[in-house]
Structures are given as structure tokens and as C-alpha cells.
């Protein structure tokens, strides 16, 4: 552990009289990568109003004040920032900028629908590296930093799709399966240090992203039967998880996957209730 560390240890809300506490962001900056995404900004404005300070992280100036908007709007404290998530100094721009944050979310992810023998070399390298590959440098970039202070979280968008595959998905699948043993590793690197790293994996959430199989309704239907809820994932669905993972209320939750999906992975799907 680096001598000048210190590690961030549980409050004893209980004592203090204010258990809510722990739920608390105030004062605490958080970096989220694609907060003009539709769970990146449905997730930034929740973590807004548990008085994190957002940096609105989108590819382009106009997509990253978009997101700052929208979180302005609804009452957060908010500052945008660009970044091309495909481009190592850029990357590093940004963690330089933002060597303070508290958090960082990452929400990105490439998924190209094909047959892994149909998938082409620059498909297949798409997604390992925005999967995979920069996914690390940004983590590992911040996780630096927070190690300097003993305390930090980092929070990754992994996939039920690294449980359970689908046609076309294999790739993406075999990238999100990656994502999670990498964040494990980086746990196990940092856990001296107090910097903790967990995912979430959503099973299919409606969203633009999605919006091709939601076109088609026996699509909308297949997937909203498969949840033990009955119906899709929506991004307010991630704003628990994820204020969750990033405050005091899981200062002890490091190299996880937690799966949110409705109970989507819970039964082999054929599983049904009795009456």
C-alpha cells in the first residue's frame, strides 16, 4: 500500500443518527463515461441528486453538453468533458483533468449483431477494444490516482450476455465475460489501496441501443417473458445499483457482478409459476 494512503473505513452512521447517510454523494465528484447515453444519463442525473458533482463524459463536445444539460436541468451539479474513449490520449486527458474524482462510471460498450463467423477482422477489434482494451486504460488511469488517497470506486457496464448467449452476440459476449474477470483483477491489484472495482450486468434495457429488436414485437414479447418481472430493464432501473456501488453503502463490495435483470438469468427459460 502506498505509505501515504489511507483507507477509507465504514462510518458508523448508526451512531451519527443518519443511516441515509450512507447513500450520500455530496461533495463527491463523479466521472461518468456516456452520460448522453440512455442509461449514462438517466444514471448521472440519479447520482446528481444524491449530491455527486457529474462530469458528463460523451465522445464529442456537443453529445457531453447535451448530457450536462439534462442533468443541469434536473437540479445536478454538473461540468461536461469530451473524450474519445477509442484514443489513449484522450483518455488520458481526461484522467489528468479529473485526477480528483471520487467515482468513475463507464458506460460505453460495441456490439456488432453477427454470426462470430460472419464477424470481420475491424468488428472483432471494435469491440475487444472498446470492450476490453480502453475499458482497462480508463480504469486503471483513474484507479492510479484514487490509490494516491486510499479510496475510490469504479463501476463498468458488464452483460448478462456473459452469462447466457444469443444469436448474434457472441463477440460482445465473450468481451463483457473479459470485462468482468479484468475488473476482478484490477480489484485484487487495488484492494490494498481501498479502490474498489464491481460491474453490473443488465439483462436487455430498453433503450436506443435497442431499438432495432424492440421494432419487432414477437422480439418485445420473447424478452419481456423471460424476465420473472415481466417486462424490460429501463434505465431508472440502474440508478440504485449504481449510487449503490459508488457511496458508502458498499464500502466493503469489491470484485463483483451485480445482476440486474429481473431475474432474467434465475431459470433456464422454460421455467414457469405455478398457480
Known amino acids: 500500500m502506498n505509505s501515504s494512503s489511507t483507507p477509507r473505513m465504514p462510518v458508523d452512521y448508526e451512531a451519527a443518527g443518519a443511516l ?3 447513500f450520500r454523494l455530496d461533495g ?31 465522445r464529442s463536445d456537443e453529445l457531453a453538453e447535451s448530457a450536462a ?13 469530451a473524450c474519445d474513449m477509442m ?24 456490439l456488432v449483431r453477427k454470426r462470430l463467423i460472419d ?24 484507479a492510479a490516482k484514487m490509490a494516491e488517497r486510499g479510496h475510490g470506486s469504479i463501476v463498468a457496464m458488464s452483460s448478462v450476455r456473459a452469462q447466457v448467449v444469443e444469436t448474434h452476440s457472441g463477440m460482445y459476449s465473450a468481451s463483457k465475460a473479459a470485462l468482468i474477470l479484468m475488473m476482478k483483477s484490477l480489484a485484487l ?18 433503450t436506443p441501443l435497442t ?13 419481456s417473458e423471460r424476465s420473472l418481472l415481466k417486462r424490460w430493464a429501463q ?5 440504485g445499483p449504481v449510487v449503490f456501488l459508488v457511496s458508502d453503502a458498499s464500502a466493503f463490495i469489491t470484485g463483483a457482478d451485480i445482476v440486474v435483470d429481473g431475474g432474467w438469468t434465475s431459470t433456464d427459460g422454460m421455467a414457469r409459476a405455478e398457480s
Open 69 to 81: 444539460e439534462a442533468i443541469g436541468a434536473a437540479g445536478g451539479s454538473v461540468e461536461a468533458q
Open 119 to 142: 464477424q470481420t477482422e475491424e468488428e472483432i477489434d471494435f469491440q475487444l477494444a472498446l470492450n476490453i482494451k480502453y475499458t482497462l486504460l480508463i480504469a486503471r488511469g483513474f
Open 20 to 22: 441515509a447517510g450512507l
Open 235 to 239: 434505465p431508472a432501473d440502474f440508478v
Open 28 to 58: 463527491r465528484k463523479v466521472v461518468v463515461l456516456g452520460a448522453a447515453g440512455g442509461i449514462g444519463q438517466t444514471v448521472a442525473v440519479g447520482l446528481a441528486a444524491f449530491g455527486a458533482h457529474i462530469v458528463a463524459v460523451d
Open 87 to 110: 484514443d489513449s490520449s484522450s483518455i488520458a486527458a481526461l484522467v489528468e483533468a479529473h485526477s480528483d474524482a471520487e467515482s468513475v462510471v463507464i458506460m460505453p460498450a460495441a
Open 189 to 206: 491489484e487495488f484492494g490494498a489501496e481501498g479502490v474498489r472495482f464491481n460491474t453490473i450486468a443488465p439483462s436487455p434495457v430498453a
Open 211 to 223: 431499438a432495432d429488436v424492440r421494432a419487432k414485437q414477437e422480439w418485445v414479447d420473447q424478452v
